[in-house]
């Protein structure tokens, strides 16, 4: 079954950065497009980014654009979320997903920005 573990969150001040990573079994993770979404307290499921099967195609959304990057290393079946400058509106929990709508993810990780 497909299993989707994340791990990398913590507690960073305003500015800082964290690095995210998805260990994810199966199903063919090297020809799948994978997600990052989050979700702030009291709020939805947001879609933060998507890269597809071969790294080449990247999206983000504009609230994290310049500062976000996603990649993968398919060898490893591990999918990344580089965050940078990060500030307290990212404060979320942080899901990798096997679909955009985030219905098939992880248990998430916990990021807290705050000073």
């Known amino acids: 079954q497909v299993q989707l573990v994340e791990s990398g969150g913590g507690l960073v001040q305003p500015g800082g950065s964290l690095r995210l990573s998805c260990a994810a079994s199966?199903?063919?993770?090297?020809?799948?497009?994978m997600y990052w979404v989050r979700q702030a307290p009291g709020k939805g499921l947001e879609w933060v980014s998507r890269?597809?099967?071969?790294?080449?195609?990247?999206r983000y959304v504009d609230s994290v654009k310049g500062r976000f990057t996603i990649s993968r290393d398919n060898a490893k079946n591990t999918l990344y979320l580089q965050m940078n400058n990060l500030k307290s509106e990212d404060t979320a929990v942080y899901y990798c997903?096997?679909?955009?709508?985030?219905?098939?993810r992880g248990q998430g990780t916990q990021v807290t920005v705050s000073s």
């Open positions: 997903a096997k679909d955009e709508s985030g219905s098939i």
């Open positions: 199966g199903f063919p993770f090297s020809t799948s497009s």
């Open positions: 890269i597809n099967f071969g790294g080449g195609v990247r």
